[in-house]
């Protein structure tokens, strides 16, 4: 998964005690079929067509959680109606067992069951709100089916194969991972697989290639007519040709990406409380605004969603294999499924060519300035194990920024060791060749795995910066490269700054997230809501007229503003700065033998 951060989301914790079974049973045929011609009536109308179920399969589960959200969803939430039949046609009994479960009597006569589904982009609902690419959506021209939001699956019987129907307005264009058979049923090979396949209908453009040996399809609804599947579908091809450079072979033989570019107007009035897009095996889907063009940004989360192939959906912790969808089970590892993945999206792009070192060492500045908004003092172990809590989610961007970073930095550390024969790339690859997808690492044992698999200075490292909070060490690795740190830097953009970034909460006001030095001593603090700039009321619809005219100040000038905190309103006078880059990278006036080893090594796939 990879979020663009808009605002803070709040969870509570919650605790199961119920352990899934994962069996198959070959008399069993179960049928999906979705009916969501009437958009209008905002429900997915679902009847799921069984036969063959015995009584201990007589709980059907809707997911709590999916593989790669690490958050609670609990899409039974979402379930309007909820009725079963048997053959004849007469209602079974059935009971609702929790959020997420339903128990029907005499399941061993079960024919149909027959539900509605509310979407999550705009259900009214406060708690666990559902990430927008991992949700549900209807609307006038397009659908998000995230399948683990309408479908769930029988008590046991989570392997077993299954077949989906859509009925949808013909005039509009489907895009999943899964095929359809000669009369038009979706087949997955297990409940897995189905949850590990979205799907994007409506009016979308479709272009599609051939990278290596894999086929390519990307689908794009767009609301901005700038943006089309032919313009993603060249930085796609780009961005995959130097993934297989990077990985050495095509991961997989075909891959879709479902893009679902919103207008703004969209994404407000759904409430979105983040956007990004999410990873699966044969494909990935993205839901945000879209904001003109192909942005490096874009690229970027391509790359980050389709070196997700390589972890978790191949390398994974044996906690999470069967996955569990109905307990949210941390495993202490996404530092390699978040953390590694967004490093190798970066520097795979470095060494294939389509960004400078210049923009590589950009990328960690980035990463080093949005990290220092989060507590250093809990560790990436501790994040990953809390991730399903309130501090674990809160915390998880450190992942995209910390986690990123440490990587960077462990490749240095295993070039260094090696001579420069054998970095972290090299180092995954191997670990890839020794699991997969259905051999996953043992959960406990991950850790020494790598440390033998290595040197044992490793497992200092490892204690330092993933179970521990030492400050990774930028300044001491990135020398080695022959680059030297300087920790801040006038800008180059003169246009001033108040002092503070801002996102949105939950209740779509702006607030202060990163807050320099100057702006708290002028008395503005984290978490403060914006109310007024300039005497003018600031919302998300005035906020792009409003900046405009402070950006249009100098350096020096004053600018009145009024934040809300605990409800009592706080007027400011602040003097505009001078914006600040840090954590910059800077090129060493000479290189020793070493450093100029080191940087050739690190700057290509050995
Ligand atoms: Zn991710």
């Not at 021209?141 to 939001?149: Q, R």
């Amino acid at each position: 998964m990879k979020n663009i951060f808009l605002s803070l989301v709040i969870v509570i914790s919650i605790s199961f005690s119920y352990q899934p079974v994962a069996q198959t049973n070959s008399e069993v045929d179960i049928v999906y079929n979705l009916d969501v011609t009437n958009h209008q009536d905002d429900l997915f109308h679902v009847t799921v067509s069984v036969s063959g179920l015995s009584q201990e399969n007589n709980v059907y589960n809707f997911a709590s959680t999916t593989p790669g959200t690490y958050s609670i969803m609990d899409f039974g939430r979402f379930v309007k109606s909820f009725n079963a039949f048997d053959e004849e046609g007469n209602e079974l009994s059935t009971e609702r067992l929790s959020t997420n479960r339903w128990e029907i009597n005499h399941a061993e006569n079960l024919s149909k069951l027959v539900y509605d589904v509310e979407d999550t982009f705009d259900a009214e609902y406060t708690e666990h709100k559902v990430f927008p690419m991992a949700g549900t959506g209807i609307e006038e021209d397009f659908i998000v089916l995230n399948t683990f939001g309408v479908f769930g699956y029988f008590e046991g019987l989570q392997s077993n194969p299954s077949r989906v129907k859509l009925d949808y307005n013909p005039e509009w264009t489907v895009g999943t991972a899964l095929l359809p058979d000669e009369e038009g049923y979706y087949q997955a090979e297990s409940f897995d697989h189905l949850a590990d396949s979205p799907f994007l209908i409506g009016e979308l453009s479709v272009a599609s290639t051939k990278v290596n040996d894999m086929d390519v399809v990307v689908y794009v609804y767009s609301a901005d007519t700038t943006i089309d599947a032919a313009g993603i579908l060249v930085a796609a091809d780009e961005i995959l040709q130097a993934a297989g450079e990077y990985i050495g072979y095509s991961p997989v033989t075909h891959y879709k990406f479902l893009f679902c570019l919103t207008d703004m107007e969209t994404f407000q009035r759904n409430n979105f409380n983040a956007a990004g897009a999410l990873e699966h095996s044969y494909s990935s889907l993205y839901v945000q605004p879209g904001r003109g063009g192909i942005s490096q940004g874009i690229r970027n989360e391509m790359a980050h969603e389709f070196m997700h192939i390589l972890t978790p959906l191949n390398l994974h912790s044996n906690i999470i294999q069967p996955f569990n969808f109905i307990v949210p089970t941390a495993s202490e590892h996404i530092w390699l499924y978040e953390g590694v993945t967004e490093w190798n999206s970066d520097i795979l792009q470095l060494r294939g060519g389509l960004i400078s070192i210049e923009e590589y060492l950009e990328i960690i500045s980035e990463k080093l300035t949005f990290n220092d908004r989060f507590d250093e003092k809990i560790s990436l172990s501790q994040i990953s194990l809390e991730a399903y809590n309130l501090s674990g989610l809160n915390e998880f961007i450190n992942f995209y920024t910390r986690g990123a970073v440490t990587a960077a930095m462990l490749d240095i550390k295993l070039l260094d060791l090696s001579n420069g024969t054998r970095g972290l790339r090299e180092v995954f690859i191997e670990l890839l060749d020794k699991y997969g997808k259905d051999n996953p690492f043992p959960e406990d044992e991950f850790f020494e795995v790598v440390v033998e698999m290595t040197y044992p200075e490793i497992e200092q490292f490892i204690n330092d910066y993933i179970k521990g909070t030492e400050t990774l060490p930028y300044i001491e690795y990135m020398e080695k490269l022959g680059y030297k740190y300087v920790a801040e830097v006038p800008s180059e953009d003169t246009r001033p700054t108040m002092g503070f970034s801002l996102g949105h909460n939950e209740s779509g006001e702006l607030m202060t997230l990163i807050v320099s030095d100057k702006a708290k001593e002028y008395g503005v603090q984290e978490g403060d809501v914006l109310v007024k700039v300039l005497g003018q009321d600031i919302n998300m619809n005035t906020f792009r007229t409003i900046r405009q005219e402070v950006l249009a100040m100098n350096v020096g000038d004053t600018c009145q503003v009024v934040f809300k905190r605990n409800e009592e309103e706080i007027e400011l006078t602040l003097t505009l700065q001078q914006r600040m880059d840090k954590h910059i990278f800077e090129e060493m006036d000479e290189l020793t033998e070493e450093q100029k080893l080191l940087r050739s090594v690190w700057q290509k796939n050995l």
